[in-house]
Protein backbone atom coordinates (compact mmCIF):
# COMPACT_ATOMS: atom_id res chain seq x y z
CA UNK A 1 0.00 0.00 0.00
CA UNK A 2 1.22 3.12 -0.76
CA UNK A 3 2.15 6.19 1.83
CA UNK A 4 2.62 9.48 1.27
CA UNK A 5 3.84 11.72 4.47
CA UNK A 6 3.69 16.02 4.23
CA UNK A 7 6.07 17.69 6.47
CA UNK A 8 7.55 21.48 6.45
CA UNK A 9 4.61 23.74 6.71
CA UNK A 10 4.30 26.45 9.21
CA UNK A 11 3.78 30.25 9.60
CA UNK A 12 5.72 32.40 7.06
CA UNK A 13 5.59 36.18 6.73
CA UNK A 14 5.19 37.22 2.80
CA UNK A 15 7.73 37.36 1.38
CA UNK A 16 9.38 34.04 3.29
CA UNK A 17 10.35 30.48 2.14
CA UNK A 18 9.06 27.24 3.31
CA UNK A 19 10.16 23.79 1.93
CA UNK A 20 7.48 20.71 1.92
CA UNK A 21 8.62 17.32 1.91
CA UNK A 22 6.90 14.37 0.64
CA UNK A 23 8.02 10.91 1.82
CA UNK A 24 6.58 8.00 -0.02
CA UNK A 25 6.61 3.67 1.21
CA UNK A 26 5.18 0.85 -0.65
CA UNK A 27 5.10 0.76 -4.24
CA UNK A 28 8.18 2.04 -6.80
CA UNK A 29 8.47 5.95 -6.25
CA UNK A 30 11.06 5.97 -8.70
CA UNK A 31 9.18 4.80 -12.17
CA UNK A 32 5.63 7.56 -11.18
CA UNK A 33 5.18 10.82 -11.83
CA UNK A 34 4.54 13.00 -8.72
CA UNK A 35 2.66 16.15 -8.17
CA UNK A 36 2.11 18.74 -5.27
CA UNK A 37 -1.75 20.26 -4.46
CA UNK A 38 -3.08 22.95 -2.24
CA UNK A 39 -6.77 23.30 -1.05
CA UNK A 40 -7.27 26.77 0.45
CA UNK A 41 -10.67 27.34 2.14
CA UNK A 42 -13.88 27.04 0.76
CA UNK A 43 -11.80 26.43 -2.95
CA UNK A 44 -11.28 23.45 -4.69
CA UNK A 45 -7.91 21.33 -4.61
CA UNK A 46 -5.92 22.75 -7.52
CA UNK A 47 -2.64 21.33 -9.12
CA UNK A 48 0.48 23.00 -7.79
CA UNK A 49 3.62 21.26 -9.61
CA UNK A 50 4.27 18.24 -10.93
CA UNK A 51 7.22 15.97 -11.87
CA UNK A 52 8.33 13.03 -14.12
CA UNK A 53 9.96 10.59 -12.98
CA UNK A 54 13.28 11.69 -15.20
CA UNK A 55 12.89 15.23 -13.31
CA UNK A 56 10.68 17.33 -15.73
CA UNK A 57 8.31 19.91 -14.46
CA UNK A 58 5.66 21.70 -14.78
CA UNK A 59 3.81 24.65 -12.85
CA UNK A 60 0.49 26.34 -12.06
CA UNK A 61 0.78 30.01 -13.28
CA UNK A 62 0.53 31.07 -10.23
CA UNK A 63 3.68 29.83 -8.64
CA UNK A 64 6.12 29.61 -11.98
CA UNK A 65 9.61 31.36 -10.85
CA UNK A 66 8.96 31.32 -6.91
CA UNK A 67 8.14 27.45 -6.34
CA UNK A 68 10.62 24.33 -7.41
CA UNK A 69 9.55 20.84 -7.50
CA UNK A 70 12.40 18.35 -6.86
CA UNK A 71 12.67 15.04 -6.34
CA UNK A 72 15.18 12.30 -4.73
CA UNK A 73 14.38 9.03 -5.75
CA UNK A 74 17.14 7.38 -3.74
CA UNK A 75 15.16 8.67 -0.61
CA UNK A 76 12.08 8.09 -1.87
CA UNK A 77 10.88 11.85 -1.09
CA UNK A 78 9.28 14.91 -3.37
CA UNK A 79 10.20 18.45 -2.28
CA UNK A 80 8.26 21.57 -2.91
CA UNK A 81 10.85 24.90 -2.27
CA UNK A 82 8.30 28.32 -2.26
CA UNK A 83 9.49 31.39 -2.19
CA UNK A 84 8.38 34.84 -1.85
CA UNK A 85 5.04 33.14 -0.72
CA UNK A 86 2.07 35.35 -1.01
CA UNK A 87 -1.27 35.42 1.35
CA UNK A 88 -2.84 33.75 -1.37
CA UNK A 89 -0.43 30.49 -0.98
CA UNK A 90 -2.14 29.83 2.32
CA UNK A 91 -3.67 26.69 2.00
CA UNK A 92 -3.54 22.84 2.99
CA UNK A 93 -0.58 21.71 0.52
CA UNK A 94 -1.13 17.54 -0.29
CA UNK A 95 1.17 15.46 -2.46
CA UNK A 96 0.13 13.19 -4.93
CA UNK A 97 0.96 10.21 -7.23
CA UNK A 98 0.19 9.80 -10.63
CA UNK A 99 -2.26 7.51 -11.23
CA UNK A 100 -0.02 5.70 -14.40
CA UNK A 101 3.44 5.36 -15.09
CA UNK A 102 4.13 7.67 -18.33
CA UNK A 103 1.39 9.93 -19.96
CA UNK A 104 -0.11 13.20 -18.67
CA UNK A 105 -0.63 13.79 -15.19
CA UNK A 106 -3.46 12.11 -13.51
CA UNK A 107 -3.91 12.09 -10.00
CA UNK A 108 -4.34 8.95 -8.33
CA UNK A 109 -6.46 7.76 -4.72
CA UNK A 110 -2.84 8.28 -3.37
CA UNK A 111 -2.87 10.99 -1.43
CA UNK A 112 -1.03 12.53 2.20
CA UNK A 113 -2.85 14.06 5.55
CA UNK A 114 -2.06 17.49 3.96
CA UNK A 115 0.46 19.92 5.55
CA UNK A 116 -0.86 23.41 6.25
CA UNK A 117 1.16 26.69 5.12
CA UNK A 118 -0.01 29.68 6.42
CA UNK A 119 1.70 33.06 5.10
CA UNK A 120 0.48 35.80 6.93
CA UNK A 121 1.96 38.88 8.59
Known amino acids: QVQLVESGGGLVQPGGSLRLSCAAS????????MGWFRQAPGKQRELVATITSGGSTNYADSVKGRFTISRDNAKNTMYLQMNSLKPEDTAVYYC???????????????WGQGTQVTVSS
Open 26 to 33: GGIFSIYA
Open 96 to 110: NRARRVGGIYEASDY
